[in-house]
């Protein structure tokens, strides 16, 4: 018979050795023996073995008393109770001293390693049935931070196999089916990354919240890692496009949001942690530089290329050194189960009416029911079963709690916070990061808490009516007409990825300048023209930036490139700002910027703007924004669409203007599209046709000048109609034009969602797209294939000769 090895280094395990060092220990083994190649960096360590476990166990007849105890659970006797009664009896009795022994000499021997005595070190719990494809047993058991000395090292030990009996961890096990005293547990001791002078955080290689697989989402806070997992803090978030991370000369960070980080954890004076406030200029500064997102990003594909699935890893930051390095990864357990050809939303029925508070949706998915506001999970019975948990933060202790809500809102935390993490695997909706959920949410107030608006989770008063549907998207029909998305929100649009478009027919820059770059451009370029309220405004919004542009350029990129990501290859046409002049008065230092006109809606707007000395600065912003998605980012799916260009000239003086800005037709494969939406666009169509490479009709523009009628006329209301002959007889003379010169055609509006003869009309005068809202996408795409059986018979496939469907996508890499 072998020697029992109670203490194995890292640098001798892997991932088959789930059974003897649990899923954490294993697979940091994984990562250390199999990934250095890759560069990925892990901090040396040992884990004690699951036979160290059972010796303890079988020393002191503890696996009989747990089994009464268990017994006793079973019999009624309440949970907590009997958790309290197995840890006392664990730690009542003392470890082997044959493992006393290995983890001394273990440790020693990281000591010399790194040249001190007594290394800080982390100690981290690992059940043997911990982080596998089917089970999350994450957050279940035990960690201790800054470790020092043996004796402190041993109790932390002996802490750790106490806590595989935690109330929420014999809860799962039970609720799971697994057989206690079949779960052994391992010790994981790891050298500290000094991140409470830096900063750490979690990583996930999809978007947490849409299971959308070409991203890698990174979350970072100042201090230990703790305060993210545990959702004390609301951490920056970077969300790196995985494709860019194959060119080198690529900067694939596509989106960044710079959290609150009010609290971080550091070392504390006699050992530990403690939690303490973060200076203002920690607050408002990144924790990370787009090199490092980078570099985590690129080490969290390879170790999901390695382990074949998505995953979940943290990670840390040392604030002497400055090296980076992986402390932890798991399979991610929550979107990977989910069917990809099954879209499941819900949305209201009813006006909403007011917003009590908002924060961070976690989910997609609307619940609602009593609030029920509490500060400590002990009081399971007070709570009652789809109740709306409301409180400041969660832990593992407050499962059972979370399990009974019909929804959950926290004061604090961010996506990757407890918080969210339970509410994701539970399937139950959730707000978290509110900032003051507890102050404003009474108890026994009726409330409905909507996941379903893009990133931002609103709580509504009152229980509001809404509804679920679930559309299978494998039973959708292949069409030849492509059937694109109108899309506006870039926090929803990793949210549709699973439908089977063909690209975004229409993305509008005016949401995001309205929403996230949150003021007019021209004032960020002269804040002279500002008064002192909006001067004083503009500086809070742009904290940070010395060069004001950049602000603008940095969110619009950012906004567009999440749309863009989330179909690429398909191409995504992006609209350039076509605000009316009131609407743009209406932003953060818009009116010394913007004339009074009798009728904006044939004014000063679109192209006309962007070549005249009054914004012609501001389009030079938009034009970078586009020119660094597709350029430095690497989006070359992105078509650029110019708005409401009534000449010739205009369209010269334009695509000049966007050439001075390095948006030249042709270079990096750059299309650049014209809306028609004025008959000018029509009669003219050829000679447009020369200067751009492709159409969208705007039907309501189209209709309001060919008709002459306001389209927010409610006196003519009657009147405006896409389907009047005058303007399907100029649909029917655009597209033999200017298709005959290879330029596709589209339609984005509304009517073909709500008219299944408009979309008919479409299919019979030869569109090649037509662009929908999402929650349209599975209707129209059933009338057009109604449509075109109609007119082509079985054969919808794609003709010879030009189909824009694959002209228009970027040359693959």
């Known amino acids: 018979m072998g020697h029992t090895r109670r ?419 539970l399937g139950v909706p959730a707000v978290v990061g509110t900032g003051n959920a507890t102050e404003l949410l009474h108890d026994g107030a009726d409330v409905t808490i909507s996941c379903t608006e893009g990133s931002r989770g609103k709580v509504y008063a009152g229980r509001l009516p809404y509804e679920e549907r679930e559309t299978d998207l494998s039973a959708l029909p292949a069409t030849r007409t492509r059937v694109m998305l109108n899309l506006a929100d870039p926090s929803a649009a990793f949210r549709w990825w699973r439908l089977p478009a063909d690209g975004v027919g229409l993305a509008r820059l005016e949401f995001i300048v309205a929403h996230q770059v949150k003021v007019h451009p021209m004032a960020l370029l002269h804040p002279e023209r500002l008064d002192a309220s909006d001067r004083c405004a503009v500086d809070q919004l742009t904290e940070g930036y010395l060069d004001r542009g950049r602000y603008f350029t940095d969110r619009l990129a950012y906004g567009i490139a999440r749309i863009a990501a989330s179909r690429w290859p398909d191409p995504v046409v992006v609209r350039t700002s076509d605000f009316k002049t009131n609407e743009y008065a209406k932003l953060l230092g818009g009116r010394p910027f913007e004339p009074v006109e009798a009728n904006p809606m044939i004014g000063w707007r679109g192209a006309s703007r962007y070549y005249s000395d009054g914004y012609r600065e501001g389009f030079a912003l938009e034009c970078r924004a586009l020119r660094r998605v597709r350029d430095e980012m690497g989006l070359t799916n992105v078509i650029v669409m110019i708005p409401f260009c009534r000449t010739l000239e205009e369209a010269d003086k334009v695509l000049e203007v966007m050439g001075d800005e390095g948006l030249r037709r042709g270079e990096n494969g750059l299309k650049v599209y014209v809306m028609a939406e004025i008959p000018a666009n029509i009669l003219l169509a050829q000679d447009f046709a020369e200067r751009f490479d492709g159409f969208s009709i705007g039907s309501n523009d189209l209709t309001q000048l060919t008709l002459g009628v306001d389209r927010d006329s409610e006196a003519l209301a009657r009147v405006f109609d896409e389907n009047d002959p005058a303007v399907t007889t100029l649909i029917h003379i655009l597209l033999p034009r200017v298709q005959a010169l290879g330029r596709p055609v589209g339609l984005c509006g509304q009517r073909p969602s709500d008219d299944p003869a408009y979309a008919a009309f479409l299919v019979r005068a030869g569109i090649d797209s037509i662009s929908v809202a999402p929650d349209s996408f599975a209707t129209v795409k059933q009338h057009i294939a109604a449509a075109e059986e109609s007119r082509y018979g079985v054969d919808r496939t794609v003709p010879t000769g030009i189909r824009p469907a694959q002209a228009d996508r970027p040359p693959a890499a």
């Open 7 to 425: 203490v194995i280094p890292f640098t001798e395990l892997g991932r088959a050795d789930v059974g003897r060092v649990g899923g954490k220990n294993a697979s940091l083994g994984e990562l250390t023996v199999r990934l250095a190649a890759d560069g990925v960096r892990v901090p040396p360590g040992f884990a004690t073995t699951a036979e160290a476990y059972e010796e303890l166990l079988d020393a002191h007849a503890l696996r009989i008393r747990i089994q009464d105890q268990l017994d006793l659970l079973r019999e009624g006797t309440a949970l907590e109770d009997v958790g309290a009664r197995i840890r006392s009896m664990i730690m009542g009795e003392p470890l082997p001293d044959s493992l006393c022994a290995e983890v001394t000499e273990s440790y020693a021997a990281l000591g010399q390693e790194f040249g001190r005595t007594d290394p800080e070190v982390a100690v981290r719990s690992s059940a043997t049935a911990e982080d596998l494809p089917e089970a999350s047993f994450a957050g279940q058991q035990e960690t201790y931070l800054n470790i020092r000395g043996t004796e402190q090292l041993l109790t932390a030990v002996h802490r750790c196999f106490a806590s595989l009996y935690t109330d929420r961890a014999i809860d799962y096990r039970e609720r799971m089916g697994f057989d206690h005293l079949q779960v052994s547990l391992s010790v994981g001791v790891q050298v500290m990354v000094r991140s409470d002078l830096a900063g750490a955080g979690v990583i996930f290689t999809l978007d947490p919240e849409s299971g959308f697989p070409e991203v890698v989402v990174v979350s970072a806070a100042w201090g230990l890692g703790e305060t993210v997992v545990s959702g004390q803090t609301d951490p920056d978030e970077y969300t790196v496009f995985k494709h860019g991370l194959e060119d080198p000369s690529l900067n694939p960070v596509i989106d960044v949001r710079i959290g609150a980080k009010r609290r971080k954890a550091v070392y504390a004076e006699r050992g530990m942690t403690d939690t303490v406030d973060t200076i203002p200029e920690e607050q408002a500064r990144r924790v990370l530089s787009d090199g490092e997102v980078r570099r985590l990003a690129e080490w969290a594909v390879a170790v999901e290329d390695h382990y074949g699935c998505p995953m979940d890893l943290e990670w840390a930051k040392d604030g002497i050194t400055g090296d980076l390095a992986i402390v932890q990864a798991r399979p991610e357990t929550v979107q990977s189960r989910r069917r990809s050809t099954t879209l499941r939303r819900c949305h209201l029925t009813a006006a909403p009416g007011h917003v009590v508070v908002e924060g961070i949706a976690v989910g997609e998915a609307i619940g609602s029911g009593a609030v029920c506001r509490m500060d400590t999970p002990v009081d399971l019975v007070r709570f009652p079963a789809g109740a709306v948990l409301v409180t400041s933060i969660t832990d593992p202790d407050w499962e059972p709690v979370m399990k009974r809500a019909a929804a959950i809102v926290t004061d604090h935390g961010g996506r990757t916070s407890h918080a969210a993490i339970v509410s994701r695997e």
